[in-house]
């Protein structure tokens, strides 16, 4: 009897070993992970820092610039953008701000109506973001 005690106890033993190295194991690959994990997020912050360096540089300004209608029809209000930014010494920018309007001649208005074919509608960048 106390020779299956000690088979019994020499075989929780082992299985008692192999989950301490299992779990080594779990530990080793955990810090591995968290390690990788780690430089991912501080190029992740060294990214970020960059951009923030960068937007000093850029300012929102206002105006009215038109944009002109591209050959889909559609207007182009990225040329405007950049045109209302560089009239301000920026070398180009994106558009913050579009607004569309109906633009009548004076006659459509002092007849008493406030559109007509006469009219035209009119797109145009009210705030730009320069760089």
Known sequence: MLESLGRWLDRQSDSLTSSFKDAGKGVENFGREAGVAAQTTVEGAKDAAGSVV??????????????????????????????????????????????????????????????????????????ALCQ
């Open 54 to 127: 960068r937007i000093p540089a850029a300012r929102v300004v206002t105006g009215h610039e038109v944009c002109k209608v591209a050959p889909n029809g559609a207007p182009d209000c990225v040329a405007a953008a950049t045109a209302m930014c560089k009239a301000r010494g920026f070398e180009g920018g994106k558009s913050a701000d579009m607004t569309t309007a109906d633009v009548c001649p004076a006659k459509v208005y002092l007849s008493g109506r406030n559109s007509g074919p006469e009219c035209r509608t009119e797109t145009f960048v009210s705030r």
